[in-house]
């Protein structure tokens, strides 16, 4: 190719073919050469990005200082930054800002010194760090929590013996009233220690082989009478399920703890829905998602209609006396009881909440593999999932990390994607003209319109334009109110990497 030397073909090949983000640029901190992998992390395409200065990839705080840092180095040759690398954080389009690390060299041409930054998004690993953080605060709670209930019931069980004896030798009336009081004191401590242990898996389980929808149907005769008129109650059990390892007793204690905590969530009525499935984690994905290690599960659904939880109150969730409802005389550790029961019955728990549109629980518990795994209509742990076609896909989801994951798992199925952070921000990108195949969008985003709202505004303006909804909620609940109808599929949260790439093929080519 005449006025290309073999140099710059080999820099390009490299430019396109690194996974990280590749930025040049001159001493000015215009960017001149960009990769579309640094297009993709901060949202730009790569025409608006080149002759544009670095300082548009930067929150506001340190764009303000990296010019004078730049000046620093080329009058002092001052490395603070230059061979060593560390981490920053990146300012996307969309106004989001995320860890990454950064890499810069630099080399002189011709013209003076070019710079040339190697940018990788530790979204991911922070997002894992965090979720182990919290893990491990849990696990430190629970051994604190279960040596001071240890210590708590030795000191019980000396009170409780003393007043039977002091009951026993003849007390009078007045004394008996004041025993029997005591008694009940230490009985409602001993009730309260014996949940904190349950916290800290050290309660004493009976697991037995059970049914979880049998189990499930137990519960609910006795909670639809203790709820109330105005709560409707929904379940969805299939003909068949895998047995679990479980005590029945603890089983329907937390049914009832979630039970009573999405009715406190509905003041004024609402629904509430249970649900169970076998489910299967057979990729990193979704293994990702739940933090559960592959294998077969039964998974319990428990969502509500109610207020829903805000950040913090879904960070601290299962913390032990941790409550929002203390006016009321929350207690804080139903849910956590909740998490313990799970947890030492060797299964997970998960929440999706949305404040103003409610809360889902997932309860997973290990399958018993003898049971319905074995039934010709289960999918293999490692189904192959299907590939695209290049194809564009336009990723809405309004939670950057939720987005994020989104858009690597449609990556990897060999579609090219675009992001938007809301319903509003999606239908605009559409109007101004952007080429998509395919809109993946979350059903609960802020603005003005929900997924169902987006769906119908692509199907109406862009007839061309496919569409998948996917909620973290377990089914309708919320998603009725919302303006959906029933036939409109939604991909529900977690799901397999192989359901994604079969309902995308699907929408893609319907004779498949």
């Given at each position: 190719m005449p006025g290309i030397s073999q140099n710059d073909l080999l820099f390009d090949a490299i430019l396109e073919a690194a996974v990280d983000a590749i930025i040049v640029a001159d001493e000015s901190g215009m960017m001149m050469r960009v990769n579309r992998a640094a297009s993709r992390m901060f949202g730009y395409g790569v025409d608006s990005m080149l002759g544009q200065s670095v300082n548009m990839l930067m929150p506001d705080a340190i764009a303000e200082r990296h010019d004078g840092f730049m000046r620093h180095h080329i009058e002092t040759g001052e490395k603070r930054i230059i061979g060593l690398g560390r981490d920053v954080e990146g300012l996307r389009k969309d106004g989001t800002v995320f860890p990454l690390h950064l890499s810069v060299g630099r080399t002189t041409v011709d013209e003076g010194s070019l710079f040339v930054g190697i940018l990788h998004d530790l979204s991911e690993r922070r997002a894992a760090q965090e979720t182990l953080a919290r893990s491990q605060r849990l696990d430190a709670i629970g051994q604190l929590t279960g040596g001071i209930a240890h210590d708590f019931n030795n000191l019980l069980t000396v009170i409780i013996g003393n007043l039977e004896l002091l009951e026993m030798r003849g007390a009078d009336d007045r004394q008996l009233r004041l025993i029997r009081d005591s008694l009940e004191s230490a009985e409602m401590g001993a009730e309260l220690t014996s949940r904190l242990l349950v916290?800290?898996?050290?309660?004493?389980?009976?697991?037995?082989?059970?049914?979880?929808?049998?189990?499930?149907?137990?519960?609910?005769?006795?909670?639809?009478?203790?709820?109330?008129?105005?709560?409707?109650?929904?379940?969805?059990?299939?003909?068949?399920?895998?047995?679990?390892?479980?005590?029945?007793?603890?089983?329907?204690?937390?049914l009832i703890n979630l039970a009573l905590n999405?009715?406190?969530?509905?003041?004024?009525?609402?629904?509430?829905?249970?649900?169970?499935?076998?489910?299967?984690?057979?990729?990193?994905?979704?293994?990702?998602?739940?933090d559960i290690e592959p294998g077969n599960y039964v998974r319990l659904f428990v969502s509500d209609d109610g207020n829903g939880m805000d950040i913090e109150a879904q960070r601290r969730a299962f913390e032990p006396f941790f409550t929002t409802k203390s006016d009321s005389g929350g207690t804080g550790l139903g849910l956590a009881m909740v998490y313990g029961f799970v947890r030492q019955s060797g299964g997970h728990i998960t929440l999706y909440s949305e404040p103003g549109h409610g809360t889902s629980f997932g309860l997973y518990f290990p399958?018993?593999?003898?049971?319905?795994?074995?039934?010709?209509?289960?999918?293999?742990?490692?189904?192959?999932?299907?590939?695209?076609?290049?194809q564009t896909i336009l990723v809405v989801e309004d939670n950057p990390k939720v987005r994020r994951l989104s858009v690597e798992r449609i990556r990897d199925l060999g579609f090219e994607t675009l992001e938007a952070n809301s319903g509003d921000a999606a239908l605009n990108m559409l109007r101004e003209g952007a080429r998509v195949d395919v809109v993946f969008s979350d059903l609960v985003m802020p603005g003005a319109l929900n997924g169902y709202d987006l769906a119908e505004r692509v199907e109406k303006d862009f007839p061309g334009i496919r569409v998948l909804l996917t909620s973290g909620y377990a089914s309708d609940v919320v998603t009725g109110r919302m303006g959906g109808t029933a036939d409109r599929y939604v991909l529900h949260k977690p799901y397999r990497q192989a359901e994604l790439a079969r309902r995308l093929q699907a929408l893609l080519d319907p004779t498949s």
């Open positions: 916290f800290a898996k050290k309660g004493n389980l009976k697991p037995i082989r059970s049914d979880l929808r049998a189990l499930c149907e137990d519960t609910l005769s006795i909670l639809q009478r203790t709820i109330g008129e105005i709560y409707t109650i929904k379940t969805e059990f299939p003909e068949t399920v895998s047995d679990v390892l479980i005590d029945p007793v603890q089983l329907q204690s937390a999405a009715r406190d969530a509905m003041p004024g009525g609402g629904e509430l829905l249970i649900s169970v499935a076998d489910v299967v984690i057979d990729d990193t994905y979704m293994a990702q998602e739940t399958a018993v593999e003898d049971t319905a795994w074995s039934t010709a209509s289960t999918l293999p742990l490692k189904e192959p999932p299907l590939k695209g076609a290049g």
